[in-house]
């Protein structure tokens, strides 16, 4: 996988609602809630050009029901991938452009990491500025390393989840 980091594409936005749009229309009663995360719902943020999707279902298992369905949007279907009880989804192959990491209702630890993690970002331009700059540095340096990639992130993104998270609670 190529790794590029970019200047913020205000596309994305109309990206994400496109998918959107086609997710709803397949999962209909059993998606609960679905949310753009991820670099690319943050304006002004050096993303790598992949729409991040963060889809809350009623049962997680369920979801495997609609495998063929996702497949035919173009997905690729990989299961829990790493982390117990998510499904996760990618489109593009080696050019990734979207990515999706569904959760089931009750597993608030996962969606609030992710959902804390994006409205700290906007709330906090100097913190999302450091965090892209960050990025693109380490694209530079590992174009065609996503492992040296992430692991450089890694420090940085479990620093600022932390944060973010107490952030959340503050201002309920």
């Known amino acids: 996988m190529n790794i590029t980091v970019v200047e913020h594409n205000p596309n994305w936005k109309y990206e994400y609602l496109n998918e959107e749009y086609s997710i709803k229309e397949m999962l209909q009663k059993e998606l609960v809630n679905i949310f753009h995360i991820g670099s690319t719902s943050i304006q002004n943020l050096k993303a790598k050009p992949i729409i991040d999707i963060l889809l809350v279902v009623n049962d997680i298992r369920r979801l495997d029901n609609y495998s063929d369905q996702f497949e035919k949007l173009g997905y690729e279907v990989m299961g ?93």
Not at 100 to 128: K, T, W
């Open 80 to 172: 829990e991938f790493g982390i117990k009880r998510r499904r996760y989804y990618r489109k593009g192959g080696d050019n990734r452009t979207h990515q999706i990491h569904a959760f089931q209702y009750d597993n608030i630890q996962e969606i609030e990491r992710h959902l804390s993690f994006r409205d700290y970002l906007r709330q906090n331009q100097m913190i999302s500025n450091e965090y892209g700059a960050l990025k693109a540095e380490l694209a530079h340096r590992f174009p065609n390393d996503i492992e040296g990639y992430s692991d450089g992130k890694d420090a940085f993104v479990k620093r600022i989840e932390k944060e973010a998270l107490k952030w959340h609670w503050l201002n309920r």
